[in-house]
Each structure stands twice: as structure tokens, then as C-alpha cells.
């Protein structure tokens, strides 16, 4: 099964520790997905998988991004290495790229903690433009608790101890998700809040 089939068109988190396969899976669901945009995509590295796609950064003009869209390729845009400057490079790609193109882009935003104002703003905005966003943490205690509650459903690996108090704030079952991101039979555990507050979490194997 394609994991985009996995994915609704609400916003999604994709949370894992180092090594765990969150970042494997984005670019899985960045290479499946008709339009989108990598943003501080990892390095490749000589025993590591590739993100695809054009590079870009904050010297790429607006007007060749929005064209590479259109043409249907994809784009890995990486931002100035202080978070502050790439948080509002975030918001500016957002405004004068994603939220002009026709049909939906999927936006994909790795290291998402570091990104506190331009990716709430992006959260917020882009329901109403057809932006669906990928946030991609190792800490999800370090995002912004308004940031959280715009995701709907979360993609979870195996976390480190440290962010059990993240699991207890949002009532996930710890000791189960633990169980099941440990096991070699699962890849990741789908957990998800509808409107009326119904929690569904659910394991996934390999090969669904």
C-alpha cells in the first residue's frame, strides 16, 4: 500500500528518534505526492537515502519556485542555518510560493521544532489554501502546544525516554507505543483525535 493512502489531507506529524525512519518516510510521501516542497531537508550522507527534488534556498527567485511547481517537479529548499532567519524563510515561502499554487501542495518541514512562528502561522493558514503539512520532529516536547493541536493525526517511531512527558500531555498509551515501535513486525503507530475527541491508535506492519 502507498503510504500517501495512509495519510488524510489534514496536516500530519511524523515524530521518531534519530535513526528511527521518520525522515525515510517523509521522503517516501515526498516522492509519492504530486506537488511538494522539502523544507530543511537532510544532508545526504554516503549510507543514507536521497530526498528528491530542485534545490532551492533563500537566493531562488519566488517566480522559479512557482514555475518548477506548476511543471510538477518537486523542490528541497534549504534555509539559512540560524532557526530565526529560516523560521520567517519558512513563512515567506509559504506566502509568495504555497499559497498561490493551484491545487494542494504538501509541505514537508524537517527539524519543525526549530520553526516555532512560521510553522504555527503555516499550520494555521494553509487549511484554508490547500497546504497540507508534513511536521517532522525528533522532539516533539519542543513544539509549540498551539503548533500540536493543528496537527490531526500522527505518524509515531520509536522515541527516546525523554519525551514520555509529551505522551502523558497527550494522553497517547506510552507503554503500548513503546511495545509496538520496538517490534520488528510494526513500522510506525498511526495516532489520531477526531472533533468529538475520539482517539483511534493503531499500529502499522511493514506491509499493510
Known amino acids: ?4 493512502k495512509l495519510i488524510p489531507q489534514r496536516h500530519n506529524g511524523i515524530f521518531g528518534g534519530t535513526g528511527s525512519g521518520k525522515s525515510y518516510t517523509a521522503s517516501e510521501l515526498h516522492t509519492e505526492v504530486t506537488k511538494s516542497v522539502y523544507f530543511n531537508y537532510p544532508q545526504k ?11 532551492a534556498d533563500g537566493k531562488t527567485s519566488y517566480s522559479g519556485m512557482k514555475k518548477a511547481l506548476k511543471q510538477g517537479k518537486k523542490l528541497k529548499y534549504k534555509p539559512h542555518w540560524k532557526p530565526e532567519v529560516g523560521d520567517s524563510e519558512l513563512r515567506q515561502l509559504y506566502e509568495n510560493v504555497l499559497k498561490p499554487s493551484k491545487g494542494t501542495v504538501d509541505l514537508f518541514v524537517d527539524e519543525a521544532h526549530l520553526f516555532d512562528e512560521g510553522l504555527l502561522y503555516v499550520l494555521r493558514d494553509g487549511r484554508g489554501h490547500n497546504v497540507r503539512v508534513h511536521v517532522i520532529t525528533q522532539r516533539p516536547k ?55 475527541g475520539f482517539t483511534k491508535c493503531e499500529p502499522i506492519p511493514f506491509n499493510p
Open 1 to 4: 500500500m502507498a503510504l500517501n
Open 45 to 55: 550522507e554516503a549510507d543514507e537515502y536521497e530526498i528528491t527534488g530542485l534545490e
Open 142 to 196: 519542543d513544539l509549540d502546544t498551539t503548533a500540536i493541536s493543528q496537527i490531526d493525526q500522527f505518524l509515531i517511531y520509536r522515541l527516546a525516554p525523554q519525551q514520555k512527558t509529551w505522551f502523558s500531555q497527550m494522553n497517547m498509551p506510552f507503554n503500548d507505543i513503546k511495545e509496538w515501535t520496538s517490534s520488528k513486525d510494526y513500522r510506525f503507530v498511526i495516532w489520531k483525535q477526531d472533533q468529538e
